[in-house]
Each structure stands twice: as C-alpha cells, then as structure tokens.
C-alpha cells in the first residue's frame, strides 16, 4: 500500500505538501509498475482555515496542536494497513510525519522492539525546548527517542506545549518507541550542537558520507542490519535531502555532498529486503523549489528500483 501524506505543517518552507503528489505525477508519467500496481491512499488534514497561513500560536513548535492531530490519524492508517497484513509504503510531504508512521508500526506491534534507520542530512533530535526554528520537521527522532532536551535547552516554549509534547511521544501506546542504541543514522551531516551532544552522549550509530564512500554501500547495509539483529522490527525514514543538493534542488534544506542516487538505491533495495523491515518512508519532496521536477522524478525512480526486485 502506498500511503501518501500531504501535510506540511511541520516545515517552514511552502510547497512539501505537494511532493506526494509530484512523485506519483513522475512515476505515473514514466510508467512506472508501483503506481500501477499497487493501491494507494491519499491523507490529507481535514479542509478548514489552513493554519499554515496564521501566526504561530506556539513559536517554539509551529502547529503543535494540528500536527498532533495529523499525527494520530495517519498513525491510525499505518497500523490499519499492517494489521490488514499490507506492507506500507509511506510518501510524505515534511519529515515531522514520520511521527505518525513510526507511531502506526508501534501501534501495529505493541511490545516489539523496533530499530530506526534515519537516512537524513538532518539529526532531527530537537524539541520544543531546544529547537532553534521551531519548526516541528527537526524533531521527529526525539519524539521516538521520547526526548524532551530541557536539561540543556533554553526555549521556554508556553503552556500547554509540553503536554501536547508528551501526547505527541505516546502516540501509538509506546513511549520511547525507539532506544537510542536501536537508532542507526546515515548522511547526517547538518546538525546543531545540542544534537551532536546527544549522539554522543547516547553513542548512536552514525555513518558519515565519508565512512560510506570508504566501506561502500552493501558493506554499510550489512553493518547496519547486525547492528540492529535484536531489534524485532525496523523502520526505515529516507529524507530525499540525505542525497546531494546538485541532484535533488527541490526539498525544503538541501545540504551538499550527500549520498549518489546509485548509493542510495542499493543501500535501500538492501534494507527492504530484510525481513525485519515493518515500513519504508519517503519525505521531503518540495516540488516548489525543484527543476522541472527533478526531485519527483529521482524519488519516483528510486522506489521503482526497489519495487522492481
């Protein structure tokens, strides 16, 4: 099942909303089987005033109350769709909706242990508390980390926000979800300094591009897969900004010298054919600030690659 998310509440740049769409439009236009073959499921916020276009009631987490709603339901379709025993496949439009992906599979699998691999420029480890944009994109990882950041943070960010935080965490009736020893990142390589302290101080996993280049990308995927042998379940979170600006120019914070789109596709035809793997997203499309579609039509050409084994 192809769960497409066209939210873009989480993000400070119009337009992410839109990449869905823009990915389905490319492999439809490349005749691509997926989109063919495989159904499809459109989530949008339910219509109203678009909070996008009023001033931030929370300025410490944008849209907090809105996206605990997007979040609880696409949470709720993720873990439909596996307990009707279909895989889902999760397109999204910012990254702050992996919250509602990874809630869903918590929600499908209660009591497993799950293993998040975040292929990202970004750490995304921020929280109302230390977040320097207050955009809720950065700080999906800490919600399945059930981080809050106050003991270094120094955000104040208002009544009422740390208790939608914490719902935020327990969606999906897990809280962590993830162990920061069960967290593999991979391209990061945008960070602020509260979170390189805290993938230090928990000592994630973490491969640099320049690690990659040097083990090569089936090496990387097998270092990956023992390292989280005992984890019961993995979700894997792929930001089209883990991969190099000069080849994806449409998403909301493009970030040079990332991964090749050929290391990308094997790194991920590798991890989706683990039978561990619970869920696969896709996010970060930003079909406003791309070329002629370009990143669309990169996304698009990956997950037919990886469907296509």
Not at 234 to 240: H, L, M, P, Q, T
Not at 246 to 261: K, N
Request: one cysteine or more; charged letters at 25%; a negative charge.
């Amino acid at each position: 099942m192809v769960i497409e998310v066209a939210s873009e509440y989480g993000a400070g740049t119009r337009g992410a909303s839109l990449g869905p769409e823009a990915v389905r439009w490319a492999a439809l236009n490349n005749n691509y089987r997926y989109y063919r073959e495989y159904p499809r499921y459109i989530y949008r916020p339910d219509e109203g005033p678009d909070p996008m276009f009023r001033r931030a009631k929370f300025p410490n987490a944008r849209r907090i109350h809105e996206l605990q709603t997007v979040f609880e339901e696409v949470a709720l379709v993720v873990s439909d769709t596996i307990n009707a025993g279909v895989f889902p496949i999760i397109i999204t439009g910012d990254h702050s909706n992996a919250i509602g992906g990874f809630s869903g599979v918590s929600a499908a699998y209660p009591g497993k242990r799950m293993g998040l691999v975040w292929i990202d420029a970004h750490a995304d480890l921020h929280t109302p508390f230390s977040t320097p944009s207050g955009n809720m994109h950065g700080m999906p990882v800490a919600a399945a980390l059930a981080f809050d950041n106050k003991s270094f943070g120094s955000n104040a960010p208002g009544d009422g926000v740390e208790a939608m935080w914490n719902t935020i965490c327990n969606i999906g009736g897990q809280s962590p979800k993830v162990m920061p020893r069960d967290l593999v990142y991979v391209g990061v390589r945008s960070t602020e300094k509260e979170e390189d302290k805290l993938i230090e101080q928990f000592r994630i996993r973490k491969y640099e591009i320049a690690q990659v280049d040097e083990m090569g990308t089936v090496n990387l995927a097998h270092q990956i897969l023992s390292y989280l042998k005992d984890c019961d379940i993995i979700y894997v979170s792929f930001d089209i900004d883990s991969l190099d600006s000069r080849i994806v120019p449409g998403t909301g914070t493009p970030v040079d010298d990332g991964l090749s789109y050929t290391q990308a596709a094997t790194l991920l035809k590798l991890l989706w054919k683990s039978e561990k793997l619970a869920a696969l997203e896709f996010t970060e499309v930003n079909p406003l600030l791309d070329h002629k579609n370009q990143t669309a039509e990169v996304a698009a050409w990956l997950l037919e690659e990886l469907l296509d084994e």
